[in-house]
Structure formats: C-alpha cells, structure tokens
C-alpha cells in the first residue's frame, strides 16, 4: 500500500501537524495509512504530539506507543 501524501504544517516543541494533501484517487489518507505515516515520522517526534488534519480539514491526533501507530485521538483532545 502506498502511503499518504502529506505536508508539514507545523513544527514546533509540543507537536508536529502534518495534513492531508491528497490526490485521494493515487494516494490514501493518512487515517487510511496511519502505521506507515506514523513509521516514517516516528523518529522526528522526540515525545511530541504528531496531530494530523485530514482529509475534511478535520484536527485529530494519531497516537505513538515506542514509535509505533497506537490509535487515533479525534479533535487531538488531551
């Protein structure tokens, strides 16, 4: 499976926020891909949030347990 297109849209010490670029008829979502999003940003996120807006520009957060995917978080709440 190919993993979703994305953009980084905020970097910064609590969280990394990427969304969802698309063309969703060549690349899936990042919900719909959220282990290999998930391993390939890993090792960026020293602790860090890893928030994603998805494919309806909503906010929600993919959680990380030892640098694997481990959930989703809707709306990124705390």
């Known amino acids: ?6 953009t980084i849209v905020a970097d910064n010490e609590k969280e990394l926020v990427i969304m969802d670029v ?6 899936p979502t990042i919900t719909n891909s ?8 890993a090792g960026r996120l ?3 949030r890893l928030m994603y807006y998805d494919s309806d520009n909503h906010l929600n ?3 990380v347990k030892d ?4 959930g989703f978080r809707p ?3 705390s």
């Open 67 to 70: 640098e694997r995917f481990a």
């Open 46 to 48: 020293n602790g860090r």
């Open 34 to 41: 959220a282990e290999e999003v998930v391993e390939q940003l």
């Open 22 to 27: 698309g063309p969703w008829d060549q690349y």
């Open 61 to 63: 957060q993919l959680l």
């Open 1 to 6: 499976m190919r993993c979703a297109n994305y």
């Open 75 to 77: 709306g990124g709440l």
